[in-house]
Structures are given as structure tokens and as C-alpha cells.
């Protein structure tokens, strides 16, 4: 009797481990993902960012950061409501996970901005990239509500270490150019 109650005490121990680590995961998967775009968040971002700065450092490789951010989509919000504009949101989302390689980390820096990480990735080859999401993503065609919503980004690419040696000085690098992109007309990337 006793060896029963202790294989049925084992039992359930093992099933009560098994919902615990259901549970880990899923609160990790909170942690660190965005759960509109499914994105990694700012969080997972600085600490990713850390780590990939170390080793570009060590390997003496570049890193391309992008950033990213809707056009005009207060006017959007304003116009077609909250919800159409997570719409464009997920959009956008689903458009970066398809987008980047594997190695790549898009995270959704808040509000309508967005951040790509792409290690090891020259000027050249970060520019092609920036401009083939920017035509990607002005080609999308969103249904919300019976109405067909098209939107653009404005995107500025920077990188290590010509722009900076640690997370904080390239992603303000990378806001600067996002910046000047709109500020030439919007709808454009800028390095």
C-alpha cells in the first residue's frame, strides 16, 4: 500500500512539474514578447543588443540596426479607430517576422516603432533589406471593417561601429536617420 501511495504521490509530483514548466514558459514568453505583433519587446531588445554588441566586438563583424516607424499613423488611429491601427500593427508584424533571418531580432520598440537587429549585416546589403520592407509593406493591402487601409514607413538604418560603440549611441543614431527620412518626405530610408 504504501509503495502505491508513492508511486501515485510520483505521479502526481510529475504532472504538478510538468504545469509549472507550462507555465515558466509561457510567462517567459510574456516577458518577452510583444503580444499585439508578437515581436520580441524593448526588454528582450537591450538584452539581446548587449550580447550582440559583445560579439561583433569580439569577431570584429558589423552590426545594421533599422529602425522603423508607421507613417502618419495618428492620422490613421484618428480616422479609422484603434483598432484598425493594431491591424496595421500586426501587419507590420507579421511582415518583419517573415522578413528577417533567423539571426535577426525584430522587436517592437513601442507605440508604432520598430526595431531590426541584423548581425553581421554590411551598409549595403542593410540597405537593399530596409528598402525591400519598405516597398513590401507599402504594398499591403489591409481589410478592416469593409474598408481597404494602405499605410508606409519611414525607416533609419545605423550601424556598428561606425555609428557607435554601445546600444544607446547606435539605436539614437538609427533614430536620427528615421528622423531625417521623414523629414525629406517620409516613406523612405535613410542611413
Same mark, same amino acid.
Given at each position: 500500500?504504501?509503495?502505491?501511495?508513492?508511486?501515485?504521490?510520483?505521479?502526481?509530483?510529475?504532472?504538478?512539474?510538468?504545469? $509549472?514548466?507550462?507555465?515558466?514558459? +509561457?510567462?517567459?514568453? /510574456?516577458?518577452?514578447?510583444?503580444?499585439?505583433?508578437?515581436?520580441? &519587446?524593448?526588454?528582450?531588445? +537591450?538584452?539581446?543588443?548587449?550580447?550582440?554588441? #559583445?560579439?561583433?566586438?569580439? *569577431?570584429?563583424?558589423? $552590426?545594421? !540596426?533599422?529602425?522603423?516607424?508607421?507613417? @502618419?499613423?495618428?492620422?490613421? &488611429?484618428?480616422?479609422?479607430?484603434? /483598432? #484598425?491601427?493594431?491591424? !496595421?500593427?500586426?501587419?507590420?508584424?507579421?511582415?518583419?517576422?517573415s522578413s528577417v533571418r533567423q539571426g535577426? $531580432?525584430?522587436?517592437?520598440y513601442g507605440g508604432e516603432e520598430f526595431?531590426?537587429?541584423?548581425?553581421? !549585416?554590411? *551598409?549595403?546589403?542593410? *540597405?537593399?533589406?530596409?528598402?525591400?520592407?519598405?516597398?513590401?509593406? &507599402?504594398?499591403?493591402?489591409?481589410?478592416?471593417?469593409?474598408? *481597404?487601409?494602405?499605410?508606409?514607413?519611414?525607416?533609419?538604418?545605423?550601424?556598428?561601429?561606425?555609428?557607435? &560603440?554601445?546600444?544607446?549611441? $547606435? !539605436?539614437?543614431?538609427?533614430?536620427?536617420? @528615421? +528622423?531625417?527620412?521623414?523629414?525629406?518626405?517620409?516613406?523612405r530610408v535613410h542611413i
Amino acid at each position: 500500500r504504501a509503495e502505491e501511495k508513492l508511486k501515485e504521490a510520483n505521479k502526481h509530483l510529475g504532472e504538478q512539474f510538468g504545469e $509549472i514548466k507550462i507555465l515558466q514558459d +509561457y510567462l517567459h514568453e /510574456q516577458a518577452t514578447r510583444d503580444p499585439l505583433t508578437g515581436l520580441y &519587446n524593448r526588454l528582450y531588445l +537591450y538584452t539581446t543588443m548587449e550580447r550582440e554588441l #559583445a560579439r561583433a566586438k569580439r *569577431e570584429n563583424s558589423p $552590426i545594421s !540596426v533599422m529602425m522603423i516607424d508607421i507613417d @502618419l499613423f495618428k492620422d490613421l &488611429n484618428d480616422t479609422h479607430g484603434h /483598432q #484598425a491601427g493594431d491591424e !496595421v500593427l500586426k501587419a507590420l508584424g507579421r511582415l518583419l517576422r517573415s522578413s528577417v533571418r533567423q539571426g535577426d $531580432i525584430a522587436c517592437r520598440y513601442g507605440g508604432e516603432e520598430f526595431i531590426i537587429i541584423m548581425p553581421g !549585416v554590411d *551598409e549595403a546589403d542593410a *540597405e537593399r533589406r530596409a528598402e525591400a520592407i519598405r516597398h513590401d509593406f &507599402n504594398n499591403l493591402c489591409i481589410n478592416h471593417g469593409g474598408a *481597404e487601409l494602405f499605410s508606409a514607413i519611414s525607416m533609419g538604418v545605423a550601424f556598428y561601429p561606425q555609428h557607435g &560603440n554601445d546600444m544607446n549611441e $547606435i !539605436v539614437k543614431a538609427a533614430d536620427a536617420a @528615421l +528622423y531625417e527620412a521623414k523629414r525629406a518626405g517620409r516613406n523612405r530610408v535613410h542611413i
